[in-house]
């Protein structure tokens, strides 16, 4: 694991409660930052409460659907009401219904957009106005390799990565005089919960297409994200790092 200087930080995780989301929270709870845990589910909200709080971490959860307007605002007010100020945002929440174009229905296009592009841009527009009056930031945001090179059954996926990925430099280029950075983190075939229930024929033909031989871990993840966000990456923003194994090019 890398190691950088958090302590006293306030980081806010979307879809904090299991998979990356959690594996990101639990890196930079380890480096010393305060956790804001945001998720849907009461129970894994919980469990990920204990993970965290296992780093010796101060951390709080919240219970929010990102791509509700007055959900994500009344978050962030609790969040500031409970820590006093943030520091990081670093939006992981994401959902997948995956179907062919010509049988996907219109919920299921809608659905994936509010989760994965609608909620970054309610969560950044909100985190960053306290960032604005500390002239102080990062923000992270994870999209996906489908966002780069798309993938058949993810049109709806893959669309919301890729316009991530547009809003990322947009505002980086619109926060960047307040000293505020704005990255994202590409992940490819990463093993979490998600993953694990796919076929392992599939699994295995996934593996042998990428270069370095194995999936990635939560903590790859994890690890790209502490570089943005740690005062070493100060000079870095607008960027998109992909995290795969080399597996696009």
Do not use: H
Not at 7 to 33: C, F, H, S, Y
Not at 78 to 88: E, M, Q, R, T
Not at 102 to 128: H, Q, Y
Not at 217 to 237: G, H, R
Request: charged letters at 25%; proline letters at 3%.
């Amino acid at each position: 694991m890398l190691k950088t200087n958090l302590k006293d930080r306030v980081a806010v995780i979307t879809g904090g409660t299991r998979g990356i989301g959690l594996g990101i929270a639990e890196v930079l709870a380890a480096n010393g930052a305060k956790i804001a845990v945001v998720g849907t589910n009461a129970d894994k909200m919980k469990t990920a409460l204990e993970t965290i709080r296992q780093e010796n971490a101060e951390a709080e959860g919240f219970l929010c659907n990102v791509a509700v307007t007055e959900e994500a605002e009344k978050t962030v007010e609790s969040v500031l009401a409970k820590f006093g100020k943030i520091d990081i945002l670093v939006n992981c929440a994401g959902i997948t219904r995956d179907v062919p174009l010509g049988a996907m229905k219109d919920e299921e296009w809608d659905d994936v957009i509010g989760v994965n592009l609608r909620g970054p841009f309610l969560f950044t527009r909100a985190c960053s106005k306290p960032m604005r009056r500390a002239k102080r930031g990062r923000i992270v945001n994870i999209t996906s390799i489908s966002g780069l090179i798309g993938n058949k059954g993810q049109a709806n996926y893959s669309a919301s990565k890729a316009g991530l990925i547009g809003f990322t430099r947009t505002v980086s280029k619109e926060l960047a005089g307040k000293n505020i950075t704005v990255n994202a983190v590409a992940p490819g075939f990463i093993e979490t919960d998600m993953t694990a229930v796919l076929p392992e024929v599939y699994k295995v033909e996934i593996k042998n297409r990428i270069p370095l031989g194995r999936i990635g871990l939560p903590e790859d993840i994890a690890n790209a994200v502490l570089f943005f966000v740690s005062d070493e990456a100060s000079f870095v923003t607008g960027q998109i790092l992909t995290v795969d194994g080399g597996m696009i090019r």
